[in-house]
């Protein structure tokens, strides 16, 4: 449920208050960034520049789209990644070694996914243990996985599935047009159906929802078999572009996806969150990274800068949760 505006929020305009002040304030850092790079670096504000971001983020982003899901019901996956790298090579075993038609093949990587999902979300459910712990050891458990399906080489797969990453608007991609029109009915699933409503009850308060007749667990596997599905999307969308299956592909992408989820203001205690505001997280994000690169800021520095804001943003996070305790 939706807290109660304080006094506070009641003196401010209706923009500046819950949902619309989110986006307004991703929107202005996000804007602030781009100048701010623009001014730095005369490259950066440029077509270019912004063709790349865009056929960049679809895999983070759909996977980002899944992992709001989780947050929102209290719980985390860090085994996309892994996942994600197993869809590509099952994909490209199929159509390498069995000969199957890349229809075929990619129904078979995101069958791979989605039983990913189910098992986390069915041990962590049936036992009741930490999705951390159970999605920490899917990570290694699917990642070696990976490598014995690929044989710890990479799978060239050509243009099988060259289709998505191929330009639909001007050089952007099929893939960055999916993963917008999946960030729209994500967000609607979220706001306006029943399961949206049940998953951010369950974040919330879980055993209210068990006293009005509600059983979380299946909500709580849905969910995990969603983020696994979603995952093998995302791996499909990867070897696409690479034309090709990498075993090593995704690691540690489960922290660039977590973290454009916090950014975008989904609470890491869950029962709040936004499929769109993770969206806009997924874009910081990426023109941040974009933007200490095209300064030719090394590695090591870009990692600790990006853990920082991850950091400042759970910071954020916590203190807007205290605020909004004191207030009840």
Not at 221 to 238: R, W
């Amino acid at each position: 449920m939706t807290p109660a505006p304080s006094a506070a929020d009641a003196r401010k305009p209706a923009f500046l208050t819950g949902e619309a002040g989110t986006y307004l304030g991703l929107i202005a850092v996000l804007v602030l960034m781009v100048l701010l790079f623009s001014s730095m670096s005369q490259y950066f504000f440029s077509m270019d520049t912004l063709v790349t971001i865009a056929n960049d983020i679809p895999a983070v982003a759909v996977m980002a789209v899944g992992m709001t899901f989780v947050l929102i019901i209290a719980g985390i996956d860090l085994s996309v990644g892994s996942v994600m790298a197993l869809a590509a090579a099952v994909a490209a075993h199929a159509m390498l070694n069995l000969n199957a038609s890349a229809p075929v093949a990619s129904l078979m990587a995101l069958a791979a996914g989605l039983v990913c999902g189910l098992i986390t979300g069915s041990v962590s459910v049936i036992w009741r243990l930490p999705t951390f712990i159970v999605s920490l050891g899917m990570l290694e458990a699917v990642r070696g996985l990976a490598y014995v399906v690929t044989d710890s080489r990479t799978q060239y797969v050509g243009d099988g599935i060259a289709w998505l990453s191929a330009p639909f608007v001007g050089a952007v991609s099929v893939s960055f047009f999916a993963a917008i029109a999946l960030t729209v009915v994500a967000q609607w699933v979220l706001t306006r159906s029943v399961f949206g409503r049940h998953v951010v009850g369950i974040g919330t308060n879980e055993e209210a929802m068990r006293l009005a007749g509600i059983d979380p667990r299946p909500i709580r596997l849905t969910v995990f078999a969603l983020m696994g599905l979603l995952a093998a999307v995302a791996g499909l969308m990867q070897a696409a572009r690479l034309e090709a299956a990498d075993p090593n592909a995704g690691s540690g992408i489960e922290l660039q996806v977590i973290a454009s989820v916090v950014i975008g203001g989904t609470s890491l205690m869950g029962g709040r969150g936004s499929v769109l505001a993770t969206f806009l997280g997924v874009l910081i994000t990426a023109v941040l990274e974009a933007g200490l690169a095209q300064l030719g800021v090394s590695d090591p520095s870009k990692r600790i800068i990006t853990g920082l804001v991850i950091v400042a943003a759970v910071i954020i996070d916590t203190l807007r949760q205290r605020r909004a305790d004191a207030r009840h």
